[in-house]
């Protein structure tokens, strides 16, 4: 029987080895940008379902929260309010007014959450007037709350709830100058400087620094006073001034209110106790220069 012939496999070619590598690098490719796309949408589409984050850092500060009802037994709640994050926390008081069940100087805690869109709830701790609950949705510019409200239950200023408007005011610093009016009929320019506190006490309310040139009201105020003590909160403001010249004590008490954008005072008083002076008082307006 004849032996087969030994016959030599047939290699492949280097062109045909060149074309299987083209080939396996193009499947590659593929197979990678179709990876790279499905990732790409996945996290598109993660980031389209993840929830927006808004800042609401700038609505911290001194608030006033007023009742739309003029009898109400609480006309007015201010004091300061800070956001962080989802939580509102601060110290609120009432304001004075004839219908006080508390007194103004009732200070007590409130805190609560701020959602996404900006409504807030807030409830007090420890207010002995009762438990009020305070709701309403911050303005997109974040120095008003629209839709605002409060009510209170139970205690001596039980309230049914009631529709407010809710302030952000401006720190009064800056220098301020106007006219104000002796009720004696005389009147003078005065011309003031004030720098508000960055944070407030304990109690929610912030203070000023400061003195005041009163023109030429000498010899009632020989130097110009400066501020001794003050209080400011919500749109209220006092301000005791001080001076001893030549050892005598002189004191001017000034009571007014304020724009929430703090551009204009309106004095509603002033009172000088002491000196050439003693027992003059007025009014006036000052605007922020």
């Not at 030599?8 to 940008?33: E, F, T």
């Not at 949408?41 to 009802?69: D, K, L, R």
């Not at 962080?84 to 009732?106: E, I, N, R």
């Not at 001034?241 to 004590?249: D, H, Q």
């Amino acid at each position: 029987m004849a032996a087969k012939p030994n016959i030599p496999k047939k290699r492949p070619s280097i062109a045909r080895k060149a074309a299987r590598g083209l080939i396996k690098v193009a499947s590659l490719g593929v197979a990678g940008l179709l990876a790279g796309l499905l990732s790409g949408c996945s996290v598109a589409a993660s980031a389209a379902s993840a929830p927006h984050v808004i800042s609401y850092a700038q609505a911290s500060g001194n608030w006033q929260f007023t009742s739309s009802a003029k009898t109400s037994l609480l006309p007015a709640l201010a004091g300061n309010l800070t956001v962080d994050g989802p939580q509102v926390s601060g110290m609120l008081h009432p304001q004075a007014s004839p219908y006080d069940c508390v007194s103004y100087k009732t200070s007590f805690p409130v805190s609560g959450p701020i959602d996404a869109d900006g409504n807030i709830t807030l409830a007090s701790n420890g207010f002995s007037g009762g438990s009020l609950t305070l709701t309403g949705k911050l303005s997109t510019t974040q120095n008003t709350l629209t839709n605002a409200a409060y009510a209170v239950s139970n205690g001596v200023c039980a309230l049914n709830t009631t529709s407010s408007s809710g302030n952000l005011y401006t720190p009064v610093s800056g220098t301020y100058a106007g006219t104000i009016f002796s009720d004696a009929g005389t009147s003078l320019y005065v011309s003031t400087v004030f720098t508000q506190t960055t944070q407030p006490d304990t109690n929610g309310t912030y203070h000023l620094q400061g003195n005041s040139t009163f023109g030429s009201m000498q010899p009632c105020l020989p130097v110009p006073p400066a501020v001794s003590d003050s209080a400011v909160t919500g749109s209220g403001l006092t301000a005791t001034y001080t001076e001893s010249p030549n050892g005598t004590l002189i004191t001017v008490v000034v009571d007014a209110t304020f724009t929430p954008d703090a551009s204009s005072l309106t004095l509603n008083s002033y009172h000088i106790t002491g000196g050439y002076c003693n027992g003059d008082s007025g009014h006036g307006t000052l605007t922020r220069q």
